[in-house]
């Protein structure tokens, strides 16, 4: 059986989903940066799931009305950080709701792929919600979302550990990194990096040491005022001034100010989370939080 090091602890088999539907919606004025990934996707009326890259290909004007839709559910591994690189290529735009949705289930994995994924989210401009669980590395690519959304207690932190794995990511047993001076090395250099990563993403400075206050097994969970303390929820600062100005110059239902914008969209994660696995609806079910915030 081959054995490998991974940093934070594994759980779950992984399911990558990504789909790609239409948008009439306006279109934001602010350019979205984009990954070097080539990919596109032929557009589809309804959401599907999708186990290997979708290879059609599409006109950049056609993709400009699209909203792409990424579901993590289950581990995060460098196989996910591959597939997340060929997909995220066909995001182009930032439409209403967005141009790229994520929703996260998952109670983690590699930290290491996890940054990646996250400056790969970052660049396209993802909003990011939490809709099952977001524990353990899964809060690298959280904290990635220029808009982030998670309930309470959905998320659960703890100091980095190393872990033996299988091939197909299963634990075998936690690492002793006192017995193990090249897990040992390569613990700490994950540490030297995260609160660099979190820095860049904009988070707060109290959260690397709140992860590394908690080293006992398992993870702590958190309230949403220590989300929001963290800043795990909320929104990129200059996102948020750019899409404030967009919402402002809308008509009818999605003329919004900043305050509002927030409010609505802090809203999303927790009444639209059960159509994780049907994503033109979760799409829809955003729009109408949008729209219509008062609905039950």
């Known amino acids: 059986m081959q054995r490998i ?6 759980l779950s088999i992984l399911v990558l989903q990504v789909a790609c539907v239409g948008s009439t919606a306006p279109q934001a004025t602010q350019k979205t940066a984009q990954p070097q990934s080539q990919a596109q996707t032929q557009a589809q009326t309804k959401s599907s ?29 460098k196989n996910v950080l591959e597939k997340l690189k060929q997909s995220i290529g066909q995001v182009q735009g930032d439409p209403i709701p967005a141009g790229l949705i994520v929703l996260l289930d998952s109670p983690g994995g590699d930290g290491v792929a996890a940054m990646q994924m996250g400056r790969l989210l970052r660049k396209a401009n993802a909003h990011v919600f939490v809709t099952g669980q977001c524990a ?17 207690y959905s998320v ?26 090249q897990a040992k090395a390569a613990l700490q250099h994950f540490e030297s990096q995260a609160p660099i990563y979190f820095a860049e993403m904009g988070m707060s400075s109290e959260l690397f040491p709140f992860m590394q206050s908690h080293e006992l097994k398992g993870v702590y969970r958190l309230s949403s005022a220590e989300i929001a303390k ?6 990129d600062n200059a996102y948020l001034q750019q899409r404030a ?12 100010d900043e305050d509002e914008l927030k409010s609505r969209t802090q809203k999303v994660a927790s009444r639209c989370s059960g159509f994780e696995k049907q994503h033109t609806e979760f799409i829809e079910c955003y729009k109408q939080t949008l729209r219509e915030p008062f609905l039950n």
């Open 5 to 10: 090091l991974k940093i934070l602890t594994i």
């Open 49 to 77: 799931s999708a186990k290997s890259n979708p290879t059609n290909s599409e006109t950049s004007a056609q993709a400009q009305d699209k909203i792409m839709v990424v579901g993590i559910k289950g581990q995060i591994s």
């Open 136 to 152: 353990s590395a899964c809060i690298f690519v959280l904290a990635s979302g220029v808009v982030r959304v998670a309930p309470s």
């Open 156 to 181: 659960g932190i703890h100091r980095g550990r190393v872990t033996m794995s299988d091939a197909n990511a299963k634990i075998i047993k936690e690492v002793d990194i006192n017995d193990n001076p």
């Open 230 to 235: 963290t800043k795990l929820s909320g929104f």
């Open 245 to 256: 100005i967009f919402y402002r110059n809308q008509t009818g239902p999605y003329r919004m």
